[in-house]
Every structure is written in structure tokens, then in C-alpha cells.
């Protein structure tokens, strides 16, 4: 039996592996799923955070946080949260990128 925690974190890799494909190659960014975000949202946030890229720093490549729980409860359901869980990796990593999200889609 797999846990729901488990089930979404294999929904983060298949959403990172898609977009590799897309793209042609590796993302060059460590993934991470938290259950909820922090309480000090970046200025930039407004609302709940779905997910967060810390962008690389001296020896540390970039970093992706997906936010486990605030996903889960925007999907209606398990079809609908890997489109979310897509749609939030795509537009971070476009972020990253310099690209357009839809791109990445």
C-alpha cells in the first residue's frame, strides 16, 4: 500500500520528467515536497504558496519546493492534482528559465 504523501511525491517526479522531455534535457534543480508552506510568504507571494524556487547560491544548485497540502486541497481530484502539480512546476521552472510557462505545459 502507498501512502498519499508517496503518491505525491511521484506525481512531482512524473510532472518533472514531463517537462524535462519538453525541454530536451535535465532541469538542474534538486526537487522537495513539504507538507505546508512556511508562515512568512515572500513579498512577492500572495496567498498560500503552492511552491518555491530558491534559486542557486554559491555551491547549491536551485531548489523546488511543492507544497503538499495546499495542492491537494485545491484538486477536485487524483487526475485534476496532477494537472496542478504540473501547471505549479511548470510555472516555476519557466521562472527559472526565463521562458513562458505555456511552454512548458
Same mark, same amino acid.
Given at each position: 500500500?502507498?501512502? #498519499?504523501?508517496?503518491?505525491?511525491?511521484?506525481?512531482?517526479?512524473?510532472?518533472?520528467?514531463?517537462?524535462?522531455?519538453?525541454?530536451?534535457?535535465?532541469?538542474?534543480?534538486?526537487?522537495?515536497?513539504?507538507?505546508? @508552506? @512556511?508562515?512568512?510568504?515572500? !513579498?512577492?507571494?500572495?496567498?498560500?504558496?503552492?511552491?518555491?524556487?530558491? @534559486?542557486?547560491?554559491?555551491?547549491? @544548485?536551485?531548489?523546488?519546493?511543492?507544497? #503538499? #497540502? !495546499?495542492?491537494?486541497?485545491?484538486?477536485?481530484?487524483?487526475? &485534476?492534482?496532477?494537472?496542478?502539480?504540473?501547471?505549479?512546476?511548470?510555472?516555476?521552472?519557466? #521562472?527559472?528559465?526565463?521562458? &513562458? !510557462? &505555456? &511552454?512548458?505545459?
Amino acid at each position: 500500500m502507498i501512502s #498519499r504523501s508517496a503518491k505525491f511525491d511521484e506525481l512531482v517526479l512524473d510532472a518533472a520528467e514531463a517537462i524535462e522531455r519538453k525541454l530536451g534535457h535535465e532541469l538542474g534543480v534538486e526537487l522537495a515536497v513539504e507538507d505546508v @508552506p @512556511p508562515s512568512d510568504p515572500a !513579498p512577492w507571494e500572495h496567498g498560500v504558496a503552492l511552491g518555491r524556487l530558491f @534559486p542557486a547560491e554559491r555551491n547549491l @544548485p536551485a531548489r523546488l519546493v511543492v507544497y #503538499r #497540502r !495546499p495542492l491537494t486541497q485545491r484538486a477536485l481530484d487524483d487526475a &485534476d492534482l496532477a494537472a496542478v502539480v504540473h501547471e505549479v512546476l511548470a510555472e516555476q521552472i519557466a #521562472r527559472m528559465l526565463g521562458r &513562458d !510557462p &505555456d &511552454d512548458l505545459l
